[in-house]
């Protein structure tokens, strides 16, 4: 590791905040330069602090501990992602013997300087207590393979010398506080502080100094890994694992079956789904493949900080079945085993501490698959790809602490302590999810006006959706503005073309691929043709079959197998037509092909049942879409109407507003509300239609 401090650019952060005193300035500058390196810390974990004198509104001069908001990510962090809290009353604690959780959030609450500011980190109470001026905190995995060995202390006590204090694990809070000042009375020379199976503290009266100690120190560290593994094989065997080709299908079997078995029963009744994501880099296909690879799933995560991301111990699946009915129950099994084991370990916890947390569900994040890498879990797709992070690197630091020695683990006691703490706690999102967190759907026709509402519908109602069309700029336009609004974080987009089979399929799987799976289902894409039966060309009407019929059978039975390998549900929503009970002059090719889809998706409602899946149809009527992303199909037929009635394109929307009994200009958005009414299954609802027009007498369902 490489010290990357540039007085350049110290200067210039200071320079970026006038109005920021320049400390607090340079204590960004470095945090940033720890936060962007994935060995030291990973997603929020670690954290710094400076302390300053400031004038209060009396003109008071305090101290003040700026200290990192916890869980907030050192490499992206701005000064306001640091509170300031009143440091003589925090001090002050050290005179207790003990403090309970609630109060110690009090404490943490009431001496903060502005109430605005977030709450801060765990280990707030050990910057409070040394009273060095910069103070930085990593789990700098070199550090953590070397307090895993057998006989890490005085590994650490040579490697980095008289200046490094050594202190056993202990959970962040008041004892360790008390602890590392223990620590600096006995050495105030004392430039940096280990704690076992946690990490590392380095200090200095400015913020270029405990940086380059953090550097130096961790450069040691790894020095010492290097000379000591330098020739000697990683990893201790290997074994056999099938070579098959890996690609997206294969990927998709498994995550679809994952996120399958690891969904969560909900005390009302409904699921919990997960998002996947898969790594399979060269490193990781070894990992899963080593001799120990189950070993290296029970032996529990590098630091307790860890476990609220991955959980402490992974799930492995030892083997990947060619045959799908198999490869589905050994997964099943898995992951009920896993849930067991985290059952009983939750229950004796409890029983001996007397505790009442809340449970976690007790699904693992994280699963190795031998011969493939990891798959991990989430609730949503950034707690998924944590997690996936963190598994990575933590795979590789624990084979090379097993090719220097041995890895021993910090006990599972200390980190279901650290787990179910509540401070820890806070850094997962527990507000409830919306109703659709968790699922992902898929938009056919998405570059359209309708595509554009639904997927903008299913988005505000947090499912993740995958936008397909077979007009790539149009799709490029709806994705970018989708983006705008919601993020990228749940947004794919992926081309197809529904009238092959093929073509679909492969969509599907790369979608699972990507994202774990299908779970809601809109098959939208649609063309029209305007012609009288007696001019209608068969070729034409060929090509909107195609398209509208046999475009939405093929996508309805590609989702099939994908309902199956989940086992749970799902809502297929069919976007139909009001012309469907309601049918117009010169638009036959439209109109009997939107019926042929009705049907079919009629029958998928009598197949489907079975697997729990619901098929329901809506039933549009002029939908125009915007100047941006107008509607293709108003775009054809449009013109030609305005020409025969004599209006201009505000007249046509007027003339069908005025045409539908509510007059109300139907919107695509409109069409979205009514998939995701079915899609959150508030009703127990299959094979029906609602139409989404204003109300039009003719095209009442019957
Ligand atoms: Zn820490």
Known sequence: ?????????????????????????????????????????????????????????????????????????????????????????????????????????????????????????????????????????????????????????????????????????????????????????????????????????????????????????VAKAEGFIRRKTRGRKVGPGRRKVSARRKDASFFARLTQMIRGAAAVRTKEGGLRRFYTEVRSTPELIRASAVREAGDLCSSGVLTPDHAIRTKNKWAFIERVEEDEASLKEVIRKVVQEYREDSDRAFAAQAQTRGFSWNKRDSNPRVFLVAGVGLITLGFTRQEARIAADIAERTAAAKILARTLGKYEPISEDHVFEMEYWGPQQRKLDLETPPPLQGQVAV???????????????????????????????????????????????????????????????????EISRRLGGIDILVPNAGIAHVAKVENLDSKKFKQVIDVNLIGTFHSIKACVPIFRRQGTGGNIVVVSSK????????????????????????????????????????????????????????????????????????????????????????????????????????????????????????????
Request: aromatic residues 8%; hydrophobic residues 45%; glycine residues 10%.
């Open 1 to 217: 590791m490489k010290g990357l401090y540039n007085e350049k650019e110290a200067k210039a952060v200071v320079a970026q905040y006038p109005k920021v005193p320049p400390e607090l300035a340079l204590r960004v500058y470095t945090s940033r330069l720890l936060g962007a390196d994935p060995s030291l810390v990973l997603h929020g974990g670690g954290n710094t602090s400076v302390k300053l004198r400031e004038g209060n509104i009396l003109g008071e001069m305090r101290e003040i501990l700026f200290i990192k908001g916890s869980g907030i990510d050192l490499a992206a962090i701005e000064p306001s992602g640091f509170v300031g809290l009143e440091l003589e009353p925090l001090r002050k604690l050290r005179d207790l013997d003990s403090i309970r959780d609630e109060e110690m959030e009090n404490q943490l609450q009431v001496h903060k300087i502005s109430f605005r500011a977030p709450f801060p980190s765990v280990e707030v109470l050990l910057h409070a207590f040394l009273p060095y001026r910069f103070i930085d905190h990593t789990h700098a995995e070199a550090i953590l393979i070397l307090t895993s060995q057998p006989d890490g202390a005085d590994i650490l006590k040579e490697v980095l010398g008289a200046k490094a204090a050594f202190l056993p694990y202990c959970r962040p809070g008041l004892a360790l506080a008390k602890a590392g000042l223990r620590e600096y009375g006995r050495n105030p020379e004392m430039e940096a502080l280990v704690v076992a199976g946690h990490g590392i503290f380095t200090f200095g009266e400015e913020a270029r100094t405990a940086y380059e100690r953090m550097v130096a120190l």
């Open 443 to 509: 938009v056919t026709g998405a570059g359209g006006a309708i595509g554009l509402g639904i997927a903008d519908r299913l988005l505000a109602a947090g499912a993740a959706v995958a936008l397909s069309d077979i007009a790539e700029k149009s799709l490029e336009k709806v994705y970018s503005r989708l983006a705008e609004k919601y993020g990228e974080d749940r947004l794919e987009k992926i081309p197809l073309d529904v009238t092959r089979y093929e073509s679909v399929e492969e969509a599907f799987a």
């Open 579 to 702: 012309n469907v009970f309601d049918p117009g002059a010169s638009f036959g090719a439209y109109s009997a092909s939107k019926a042929g889809a009705h049907q079919i998706a009629k029958i998928a409602a009598l197949e489907l049942a079975d697997l729990g899946v619901r098929v329901n149809l809506v039933n549009p009527d002029a939908v125009f879409g915007d100047n941006e992303v107008p509607s293709k199909l108003w775009e054809l037929v449009g013109p030609e109407r305005m020409k025969s009635r004599g209006l201009d394109p505000e007249g046509l929307k007027e003339y069908y507003r005025q045409k539908n009994l509510l007059k109300v200009r139907v919107t695509a958005e409109h069409v979205g509300n009514a998939v995701v009414f079915f899609a959150s299954e508030l009703t127990p609802t299959t094979g029906a239609t609602l139409p989404i027009d204003g109300g039009i007498p003719a095209a009442f369902p019957r």
